[in-house]
């Protein structure tokens, strides 16, 4: 930090990212993770025709949904870490390009009459690196331009893009069959408005506000966040392991704000991949991820089967119920960001509500278990509560989360990690996704759908005891931070 004459030199803050252009930024990740979404339904929508019109066994479908979510998974892994430390804007464009190329290649061996089977595996695992590069990328660009106060409601909003992308996906497939199309359009027309979209997000997306680097911290700032309760990053609550202290003498408080001024000098530093698994939070957050995505995706694969031999409902009909669950996520999301923000607002943190959502979906899915033979509004209902619980967590946990985290670290003299993070959480929660599909096959075969729905209860009640011990920590400061005032300062 530069001085003159003794007094330090403070750059000018920031300007704060106006409406119009929070409003772009929005809209473009939006719109373009939603499209990842649709590419990747396009299997799951095909399914049948390939299986009848293209020779592909049931083993075969199955073994590439495995591909996929394996070479997704692993790209996650690394790919955060990768986009943190170059253009999350350029890289997320590669990831479009890419999605819509190899979609696009997939449904194009109908045109060529392609049969390989290594061709079809190669493609769509090729789908899932690609893939990889869509969430951190968005999640990453959206933190850059959220702030204060709404970060829970902001990405309980914008995260419906993962239930309007999968809704989406299907109302495509049934279109492009209703219409008489074969099943190269239900991969070829989404490629094509992917390809599109890519463009418009290379030429309109900046991925941070004008001016980047964030104002040194000075020694009247911290004072001033000393003699002020500070919530966060961007005054969105503490996070797990911040750091308190209660207001002390003027020798003490002198002493912390050189310590802390000294450090606020120091300029930002990358962490290596294994010091972001040691963030507060971040192994906490990614084993509940594991469990949570088994029972999403759980959902995901087997719904719709299920609601076909349950209520004895033709394929059409138990897809578009099977839609209610992405559609309880969407409307989930959104209810426990508004949430979130005013848990945060009173010391909290979003974890706070995360868990009881965990663990609410135990009794749904016993009562779903009951209700789903009977009367089809029920079930229903039913499926759209447990989406609002389930998926509706999971858009919190894989973005506002990571956001916060990023956030903290970038506080404590980092660089951003958020889409480290994520490429964390996401990437060994996928474990949770490719167990699903063969356990979920395994127990509804040799012990019925009643023993699946035991399933989803008990993997559902780990999944939000994984985040007990975060949950006792963040209720112990909020109580602390009501009673006594405490402040958040950087260690």
């Known amino acids: 930090m530069e001085s003159e004459g003794g007094r330090s030199k403070e750059p000018l803050p920031r300007k704060p990212p106006s409406k119009a252009q929070q409003a772009v930024v929005f809209v473009l990740t939006f719109v373009c993770y939603a499209m990842f979404h649709v590419t990747r339904k396009a299997l799951s929508s095909s399914k049948k025709k390939l299986e009848l019109d293209w020779g592909m066994s049931v083993q075969f479908l199955g073994l590439l949904d495995t591909v996929f979510l394996a070479c997704y998974s692993v790209g996650l892994l690394f790919a955060g870490h990768v986009i943190d430390r170059t253009n999350p804007k350029v890289l997320l464009v590669i990831g479009s390009f890419g999605t819509a190329t190899t979609a696009a290649l997939f449904g194009a061996a109908r045109v060529f009459n392609i049969h390989s089977e290594v061709y079809f595996g190669a493609m769509w695992g090729l789908n899932g690196m690609f893939q990889s590069l869509g969430w951190p990328c968005c ?41 008489g199309a074969d099943w190269e359009m239900v991969f070829l027309g989404p490629a094509a408005f992917m390809a599109v979209w890519a463009i418009l997000v290379g030429v309109l997306l900046r991925a941070e506000p004008d001016r980047q680097h964030r104002p040194m911290a000075t020694v009247s700032d911290l004072k001033t966040s000393l003699n002020d309760v500070h919530e966060g990053p961007h005054g969105d609550g503490p996070l797990p392991g911040s750091p308190m202290l209660l207001p002390g003498p003027p020798s003490l408080r002198k002493r912390q704000l050189q310590h802390i001024s000294h450090e606020a000098a120091e300029p930002a530093k990358n962490l290596s991949w294994f ?77 706070m509500v995360i868990m009881p959502s965990l663990l609410a979906a135990v009794p749904a899915f016993y009562v779903y278990s009951f209700v789903s033979n009977g009367v089809l509004a029920f079930n229903c209902v039913m499926t759209f509560v447990c989406g609002m619980l389930i998926n509706g967590s999971y858009n919190i946990l894989v973005s506002a989360i990571p956001a916060e985290i990023g956030a903290l670290s970038q506080l404590r003299g980092n660089k951003s990690t958020t889409a480290s993070v994520i490429g964390i959480m996401d990437g060994v929660g996928g474990i949770g996704s490719a167990a699903a599909g063969v356990a979920v096959a395994w127990i509804s075969n040799n012990w019925g759908w009643g023993a699946v729905f035991y399933l989803l209860m008990s993997t559902s009640f780990i999944s939000g005891s994984m985040l007990l011990q975060i949950w006792i920590q963040d209720a112990i400061r909020c109580k602390k931070h009501r009673k006594f005032g405490y402040t958040k300062v950087l260690r």
Not at 292 to 315: G, K, Q
């Open 139 to 179: 999640v990453s660009i959206m933190g850059n331009w959220v702030g204060k106060n709404s970060r829970g409601r902001t990405f309980g909003i914008w995260s419906s893009n993962l239930s309007l992308g999968n809704i989406c996906g299907l109302l495509v497939g049934t279109l492009c069959f209703q219409i």
């Open 275 to 351: 010091q972001v698994w040691l963030l507060p939070g971040v192994i906490g957050y990614t084993l509940a991820n594991v469990f949570l995505r088994f029972v999403s995706y759980a959902v995901f694969f087997w719904l719709p089967l299920y609601i076909s031999e349950a209520l004895n409902e033709t394929v059409g009909i138990a897809d578009l119920m099977s839609s209610l669950f992405d559609a309880g996520g969407a409307v989930g999301g959104v209810t426990l960001g508004l949430i979130a923000d005013l848990v945060t607002r009173q010391g909290g943190s979003k974890s």
